[in-house]
């Protein structure tokens, strides 16, 4: 699938990605970053619903799904609340800065009484979707929900096209930008590939 960008839209094959607009954000915006996320959720439908209900006070431009679905839910020239307090190099308030993308994906796990993983809602995560892992602002080690390689590249394909049309100067986890708050996208998430491979640094 090629994707483009075409008036502040992101197009698959030429075709305006399916759009959903949030309340939350709209004020005029320069992207100069590309900020990742997971949703901490296991479906697009959940992320999306949340990001139109006005109690949410948080949207994000386009939310991916574990298929690659994506849906856009803001113009590309226009802010969402995804970054919340959050400084980079200097620069506070990312919001007005960058693009973000939310990943569905449930993020760290709990151990059910059972043995097994469950997501934070209780949700059960079969052991083959879990990575084993230690995040660089923790001191052990969790269970993360794992990324499909198929997402992944997606993500990759996605911010190609995006960092063509608004030309990026860095890729972030929201866990760079808000360290003493944030955990996501998390170690399971090859971040650093991800942000090369998208600035055709990788
Ligand atoms: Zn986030």
């Known amino acids: 699938m090629s994707y483009s960008v075409m008036n502040h839209r992101l197009c698959l094959g030429g075709r305006p990605a399916a759009f959903r607009q949030s309340p939350h954000g709209g004020r005029p915006l320069k992207p100069r970053f590309l900020v990742l996320h997971y949703t901490a959720g296991l479906s697009v439908r ?10 949410a006070r948080a949207s994000a431009h386009l939310v991916l799904g574990r298929q690659g679905e994506v849906t856009q839910m803001m113009p590309l020239d226009r802010t969402c609340w995804h970054c919340g307090t959050s400084e980079w190099q200097g620069l506070s308030g990312l919001n007005g800065h960058s693009l973000g993308i939310e990943i569905v994906n449930a993020g760290k796990l709990a151990r059910g009484a059972g ?17 084993v892992a230690r995040h660089r602002h923790e001191s052990s080690e969790a269970g993360w929900h794992a990324y499909p390689a198929g997402q992944i590249d997606t993500v990759v394909a996605i911010g ?12 972030l986890g929201h ?4 360290p003493r708050r944030k955990i996501d ?18």
């Not at 959940?46 to 109690?55: E, I, K, M, T």
């Not at 866990?175 to 808000?178: P, S, V």
């Not at 996208?185 to 990788?202: D, N, S």
């Open 46 to 55: 959940s992320a999306v619903d949340w990001f139109l209900d006005p109690r």
């Open 175 to 178: 866990e760079e930008i808000a």
């Open 115 to 131: 043995g097994g993983w469950r997501t934070w809602t209780g949700e059960v995560v079969p052991d083959g979707e879990v990575v």
């Open 160 to 171: 190609k096209a995006l960092h063509a049309a608004y030309g990026f100067g860095a890729v």
């Open 185 to 202: 996208p998390g170690p399971a998430f090859p971040l650093a590939e991800v942000a090369a491979r998208i600035l055709g640094r990788g």
